[in-house]
Nanobody
Framework: QVQLQESGPSLVKPSQTLSLTCTASGRSITTEYDLWTWFRQAPGKGLEWIGYVTYSGSTDYSPSFKSRVSIYRDTSKNQFTLKLRSVTPEDTAMYYC???????????????????WGQGTQVTVSS
């Protein structure tokens, strides 16, 4: 049973870079064919997919974030990290990391929280 835990600062200033790390336990992030994903939910809004890193290290990002997001992994620590640049108060949200196993799509994760999820971490962007 995989467990995921997000960590990082809860307060980020505008124009800075938001950095969150997800630590996985119980399963290696190099296990075929898992996707290790980031989502967020802003107050009063729906869940948004940000991007993912695959078991092999390749990445894909939502067009909404592509210009300012990076996701990378540290296999030695079994962690993957989200970096979101040039944040604004609109980036204030609960951020979640999650695992999509084979057969689970991003769409299904958005619809019904398929896969395995961390508890989420609140990030506020404010000066």
């Amino acid at each position: 049973q995989v467990q995921l835990q997000e960590s990082g600062p809860s307060l980020v200033k505008p124009s800075q870079t938001l950095s969150l790390t997800c630590t996985a336990s119980g399963r290696s992030i190099t296990t075929e064919y898992d996707l290790w994903t980031w989502f967020r939910q802003a107050p009063g809004k729906g869940l948004e997919w940000i991007g993912y890193v695959t078991y092999s290290g390749s990445t894909d990002y939502s067009p909404s974030f592509k210009s300012r997001v990076s996701i990378y992994r540290d296999t030695s620590k079994n962690q993957f990290t989200l970096k979101l640049r040039s944040v604004t108060p609109e980036d204030t949200a609960m951020y979640y990391c999650a695992r999509a196993p084979t057969g689970v799509t991003i769409a299904s994760m958005l619809a019904d929280h398929s896969g395995s999820w961390g508890q989420g971490t609140q990030v506020t962007v404010s000066s």
